[in-house]
């Protein structure tokens, strides 16, 4: 190892931190975004056929669940196979390392379309919904890791902290690139309290929390019973 060599390596570790949290926070608006702008665009049809009894918010959400199953696992996996073989991630040493970041990808992908969900369904009007997406997830994104470790992060915000998809996305696609190099130590020298299979953990559980409250908000919003006063202007 040349004396030279440490610089090279220490150029080349910043240079994937930063690609990789700008793949977790590209697919984390993606998500999140692009399922907010669907539902809040579908929402005056789907009241009004609720509204007329045609179906059941059951039978809705799991449709729609259904229906955007493909496009939310192929959507986040183009920019992984880019990325990843394009830039050299994990010296595209391992298929199993790209096959982990195409989970934990989709993983964040799902976390974050369910947080769009949640927040089309709490908040009435797109526009509104559109403008506060910065307020609500900017802090989220501040709170991943990157900027700043964790442990140094006031208390104050340790709620936010665990509530934030990218914290848990970052954290995961840290450990698939720098577990069993030589360089492990920038690993040591970060705040990573959780493995990687607890960060996919918790991205699916946040993710199936978050839809379950969305729907639980779809079924009151939409439930016929409602004071005909509370029914959308179509």
Known sequence: MTEDQPDI???????????????VSFCTFSGLQGTLATFSGEKPMFLRERFSNTYTTWSYFWARSLANLPFELIYPSIPVVIVFYGIGMNNNRAPDNFLLMLLIIN?????????GLFYSAVIPKLEV??????????PFMMLSGFFRDLDQVSKVFYPLEYLSPFRYGFQASMLNEFTGKPYRKDLENSYIPNSLEANLYILLGLGVFLRFIAFVMMYYISNPKRPKINRPVV
């Open 107 to 115: 993983a964040l992908y799902f976390c974050a379309a369910s947080y």
């Open 129 to 138: 919904a559109m403008a506060l997406v910065p307020v609500l997830i900017i």
């Open 9 to 23: 390596t220490q150029s080349i570790l910043q240079n994937i931190r930063g690609v990789e949290f700008f793949l």
